[in-house]
């Protein structure tokens, strides 16, 4: 499955982004789908999953400001971001597997930058 992120860009703390990831080429459906984010010096971490049939879990940090959602029919994943902090800046990647994520799912889009300014 190839997986193409949009979304990102700058945005004062408190604000919001949508980050979108579409899909193709393989059964949307069929994947845990996710998003990770890398902060500059900083290892790749979880921020949100939702499972093949719609369970969705979080990174402590981002719960009750961060949704993640899912659209079979557009084979596209969402992660909402709302009341932004300075320290949710990083690349933003989506992920995808079969079974549980981790840093080593075998699927990624290309990283989107969020930036926040304080």
């Known amino acids: 499955v190839q997986l193409q992120v949009s979304g990102g860009g700058l945005v004062q703390a408190g604000g919001s982004l949508r980050l979108s990831c579409a899909a193709s080429?393989?059964?949307?459906?069929?994947?845990?789908m996710g998003w990770f984010r890398q902060a500059p010096g900083k290892e790749r971490e979880f921020v949100a999953g939702?499972?093949?049939?719609?369970?969705?879990y979080y990174k402590d940090s981002v719960k009750g400001r961060f949704t993640v959602s899912r659209d079979n029919a557009k084979s596209t994943v969402y992660l909402q971001m709302n009341s932004l902090k300075f320290e949710d800046t990083a690349v933003y990647y989506c992920?995808?597997?079969?079974?549980?994520?981790?840093?080593?799912?075998?699927?990624w889009g290309q990283g989107t930058l969020v930036t926040v300014s304080s």
């Open positions: 992920a995808a597997d079969f079974g549980m994520l981790s840093t080593r799912s075998a699927y």
């Open positions: 080429g393989g059964t949307f459906s069929s994947y845990a």
């Open positions: 939702i499972s093949q049939i719609g369970g969705t």
